[in-house]
Structures are given as C-alpha cells and as structure tokens.
C-alpha cells in the first residue's frame, strides 16, 4: 500500500512539474512586442491554455480625418467598425513542444483583411519571430518583433 501511495504521489509530482514547465515556456512570449516597423505594439498574454495577442499602440492611431483607425478592409461588414486599438490580432497558439514554439495560432493582418496560419518561435528574450502563412508555412512571410522594455 506505501508503494502505491509513493507511486501516486511521484506522478502527480511529475505531473505538477510537467504543468509547470509548460507554463513557464508559454510565459516566455508573454509581454509587449513592437512590430516590424515599429508601426504597432502587441501584447501577448495567456489565454486560459493558449497564448493571443491584442493590439494596444499603434504609432499612427488616426485615419486621414483624424479620427481614431477601424478594422476597414475587414471582410465582414459588421466588423469594420471595431477599432483597430484592441483588435485581436493573434489567437490560439499552443506550445509545439519544442522550446519557444508555439504554433496551431492564427494571425490576422488588418492591412488586408485575412487571417493567416502562423508561428512564433522566440529567437532570445527580445526577439520574437512571427511567420504568418496559407497552407504550409513554406509559403508564408517572416517578421521579427522585438520585446518592448
């Protein structure tokens, strides 16, 4: 019986390090990261199990009237009105397994209004290597985002 209890204990130990190691390779990603550009900053955070990102400054943040930019070349009609501070631009990445990948996530580029497949690996602390792409990621478009201090 002491055995068990030991063998239940070890694997739930196991199980609890196994979690916490999880957490904290996604927690690597979590922060600010400027664009490519620096045309924008998107905050990365935890999103119950996954990892998304939001826009939360944009270096140009009016339109040519002055007023404050919305998602216009979005597809759906209804969603052209939202504005593109607090826009959603990243959504469900997951860890892949290897260190500081994370990949099954979507990326939405509301320059063209589409939703891409993507990856982001961290390069180093400060570097975040986001690859957006249709089909595989052969054929896709690279950037490198840096962590805002």
Excluded at 49 to 54: A, E, Q
Aim: aromatic fraction near 6%.
């Amino acid at each position: 019986m002491s055995k068990m209890i030991a063998h239940v204990a070890a694997a739930a130990m196991l199980a609890a390090w196994s979690l916490a190691a999880g957490g904290a390779a996604a927690a690597d990603a979590v922060g600010v990261w400027a664009t490519e550009g620096g045309k924008s900053h998107v905050q990365i955070m935890p999103c119950e199990d996954k990892l998304c990102g939001t826009i939360i400054w944009l270096k140009e943040p009016l339109n040519d009237e002055g007023e404050p930019k919305h998602d216009a070349n979005n597809p759906e009609e209804e969603m052209q009105a939202r504005p593109i501070l607090g826009l959603p631009l990243l959504t469900g990445f997951v860890p892949n397994g290897e260190a500081g990948v994370w990949d099954d996530g979507e990326i939405y580029n509301p320059e063209d209004g589409e939703t891409y497949s993507c990856t982001l690996t961290l390069v180093d602390d400060d570097t975040l290597k986001v690859r957006g792409y249709v089909g595989l990621p052969l054929f896709g478009k690279t950037q490198i985002w840096t962590r805002v201090n």
